[in-house]
């Protein structure tokens, strides 16, 4: 399978957006404040102002595909609630996201999650033997079928086929209630 979307965030750093990936495509903000900063990702949460869900996306072209990400640090100052992988995103109200949350009682807990009409639903949780910064998380997706990853060992499948949704060509990255690092 080849790679069509990737970004190393290795450039200059740019207090306006991620700007372009590795690849070429540009990326596009939907919510939040998002930044390169020292060959990262990062998202600054701000009090007053920021989104519940800060979200950045990128074209891939296809609706079914393998999105990954290798989880940063969320130790202080990276203080995050939740962080994750978006894709099939459609638009703010349509789109899938994996999640993982550090906050008493969900730290290392995977959540498969749709957005439906504005509405976020946990569709499954799953809770891998060992999570740790740098790991790498993946979703793989085709039609209606789901399997997550971590480090490349499958940790939890799920079948869309009884509620299948709109499923767009973008994915991207989401953080959750905090400022967070992304390599």
């Given at each position: 399978?080849?790679?069509?979307?990737?970004?190393?965030?290795?450039?200059?750093?740019?207090?306006?957006?991620?700007?372009?990936?590795?690849?070429?495509?540009?990326?596009?903000?939907?919510?939040?404040?998002?930044?390169?900063?020292?060959?990262?990702a990062l998202m600054t949460w701000i009090?007053?102002?920021?989104p519940a869900s800060s979200i950045?996306?990128?074209?891939?072209g296809f609706t079914d595909g393998i999105t990954s990400l290798v989880l940063p640090s969320v130790d202080v100052p990276n203080f995050a609630a939740g962080i994750g992988l978006i894709f099939r995103y459609v638009n703010s109200s349509y789109y899938w996201r994996l999640m993982t949350f550090d906050f008493p009682g969900a730290h290392g807990q995977?959540?498969?999650?749709?957005?439906?009409?504005?509405?976020t639903s946990t569709v499954i949780d799953v809770d891998p033997p060992v999570v740790s910064d740098g790991c790498t998380?993946?979703?793989?997706?085709?039609?209606?079928?789901?399997?997550?990853f971590v480090n490349g060992v499958s940790v939890g499948t799920y079948d869309d086929t009884g509620n299948p949704q709109n499923y767009g060509t973008q994915c991207g990255l989401v953080s959750?209630?905090?400022s967070t690092f992304f390599d």
């Open positions: 399978m080849a790679t069509l979307v990737s970004d190393d965030f290795n450039r200059a750093n740019d207090p306006t957006g991620l700007g372009t990936a590795t690849t070429g495509q540009v990326w596009s903000t939907i919510a939040g404040n998002w930044s390169v900063n020292s060959s990262q009090q007053a102002s920021s950045v996306v990128i074209e891939s995977f959540r498969l999650q749709r957005v439906y009409a504005g509405s998380i993946e979703v793989r997706y085709c039609d209606v079928l789901f399997e997550i959750v209630s905090g």
